[in-house]
DNA sequence: TACCGTAATATACATCAGGGAATAACGCTA
DNA sequence: TAGCGTTATTCCCTGATGTATATTACGGTA
């Protein structure tokens, strides 16, 4: 439920020290990233990309865009939805959207510890 | 000579794979960023803001901004400017900012062997 | 003292990513 | 068939960021 900010990338502590920002770039520039994977994430909770995007204060359009831009750079869809039907429509996380998550959060969790070592040098090389 | 984009980040390639930025950040926000540091680099080659900054293709403002957030920060200031005098003044790289960009670039370049270890790891997932 | 090139600073302008709102299409349900 | 909620798409507006431009301050030098 938490906010995120404008730029999808997760909210982090100022702390002085090194910090960063990982993603994985496709062929049309950013492919995942730390909004897109929780996007991908919220959908899987809530079967529905307006419901998605509300829960992380994110537009709509916002949230499209960044799906459609998944979809267009995956072999295969992240993200398969419909339109009308029963309760209006709604959109699954496929499997291939279950496999860039977990694949996205193990990139993510070696940068954590990645910058964790990094501190622990640059900290003392301050004074 | 190498243009820099105007979010002060390198020119990096759009291979796909793992990528990412790193900084160090301070009590203000970035202290250390790589656009930061080349402008660091330009100054103790030129010895003048205007001269780095147009190198880099950079306005003078923004790179006035830039040197003045990192003096705030710092224990010491990185820069050290004066108006007036020969050659209507200049500023030069003091011995603390000789260190930053020591630091800085150490950073990033295990930042760099990171990035070629997990390309390694996430290729081979992809398909 | 006049000149010079730089630092320092303020103001106006341009650009662009993203938000908000409006609208159409869709297909199940009652 | 009418209603519903969602996806899909378009257009306009705003806020943030950086550029461009102009002006002043400065202190050596000729």
């Known amino acids: ?3 995120i900010d404008r730029n999808s990338h997760e909210k982090r502590k100022s702390s002085p020290g090194p910090s960063g920002r990982i993603w994985i770039e496709g062929d049309e520039g950013t492919f995942l990233g730390y909004g897109r994977v929780v996007l991908l994430e919220r959908i899987r909770e809530y079967g529905s ?9 994110m537009s709509y359009r916002h949230a499209w865009e ?3 831009s998944m979809n267009r750079q ?4 992240l993200i398969e939805a ?31 510890i990645f910058l964790k070592e990094q501190s622990k040098k640059i900290t003392l090389n301050l004074n």
């Open 74 to 77: 995956a072999d295969k869809p």
């Open 49 to 57: 990309i307006t419901k998605a995007a509300k829960s992380m204060e």
């Open 82 to 112: 419909a339109t009308g039907g029963k309760g209006g429509g709604g959109a699954r996380l496929t499997d291939e959207g279950e496999r860039a998550i977990k694949l996205f959060w193990k990139f993510y969790a070696e940068f954590q």
């Open 1 to 3: 439920m938490g906010a």
């Open 66 to 68: 960044l799906i459609d």
